[in-house]
């Protein structure tokens, strides 16, 4: 494949990723995106398969579906109702359904108890320490909109070094500066597999950013954020996530929003071999 045409698939791919994440209440179709990309909707569909090894929708129900789960944990005072429209389902009934075919319980026995469970089969394997940082204490922040040039990445391991090092040879070659690096977080690891989970490497650049080499511009939307300053070393990000999510959020008086949480690297452990970051980590949030 010429290295033009790959750039256009993956920016096809990022495009569309981008506009379900941004728009995942809403009912998306694939006469929508096939219009975003200018294609057919038989190529469109023909090349997301082909990039994605998934159908369109059954990425979008996955995508739909991995919200839920976290968002069904942070924001307690939700109903099931309220969290299914957030996700994009005006059926309360194909919510309850499409959900307790992938985690086991409804939505309610979920929200319950039905996580605990999950999550210890999630991380039977893993020793994860909910009060290694209970002692962080946010400051609420409003965060503008932001820029950036990135890369997606499936999985939450070590093969994201990978990811970042193709990042940093594009901005060398590309004289492009930027001592802002970031880490999107689309998934909650202690309720969704490490292989599965979605994130995102990027760094800050101009609006008028122009990818190539399957580098694209991706606009994070200004919002209300907890910011949670810390450091640590490789697995404990885990950790943090386990404090935010599990033990923070539901006692605090914010909810989350479908928004990622992500990470603002003071110092990048996935780069230079270093064995511990400096992080910034920043959960969108509104008012109970």
């Known amino acids: 494949m010429k290295k033009n045409t790959k750039h256009l698939r993956t920016n096809i791919i990022n495009k569309t990723l981008f506009y379900i994440y941004k728009y995942i209440d809403t009912n998306i179709s694939l006469e929508e995106l096939a219009s975003l990309n200018n294609l057919s909707k038989y190529h469109f569909h023909r090349i997301f398969k082909e990039e994605t090894n998934q159908t369109l929708f059954n990425k979008i129900t996955s995508i739909r579906l991995q919200k839920a789960s976290s ?7 939700s109903t099931i109702s309220q969290i299914a429209n957030m996700c994009g389902y005006s059926s309360h009934s194909s919510f309850i359904k499409a959900f307790k075919n992938k985690f086991i319980y409804t939505p309610l026995e979920y929200k319950k108890f039905g996580y605990k469970e999950f999550s210890q089969s999630i991380l039977k394997n893993q020793n994860i320490d909910f009060n290694k940082f209970k002692y962080l204490s946010p400051k609420i922040k409003i965060i503008d909109t932001k820029y950036y040039a990135y890369i997606r ?9 990978k990811t970042w090092d193709k990042l940093l040879a594009f901005a060398y070659e590309n004289k492009l500066n930027s001592s802002v690096q970031i880490g999107l977080h689309h998934d909650n690891p202690l309720l969704i597999k490490h292989h599965l989970c979605n994130y995102v490497a990027g760094f800050e650049v101009e609006k008028n950013f122009m990818g190539s080499n399957g580098i694209s511009l991706l606009e994070f939307p200004k919002s209300l954020c907890a910011v949670f300053t810390t450091s640590g070393e490789y697995g404990d990000i885990f950790n943090i996530m386990a404090y935010v999510y599990h033990i923070w959020l539901p006692k605090s008086h ?23 970051f400096e992080i910034d980590f920043y959960v969108p949030v509104c008012l109970r």
């Open 254 to 276: 914010y909810e989350a929003l479908t928004l990622p949480a992500y990470t603002i690297y003071n110092k990048n452990h996935f780069i230079n071999n270093n064995k511990t």
């Open 71 to 77: 968002l069904l944990l942070t924001n307690q005072d």
């Open 153 to 161: 990445h499936t999985g939450y391991d070590k093969s994201i070094s």
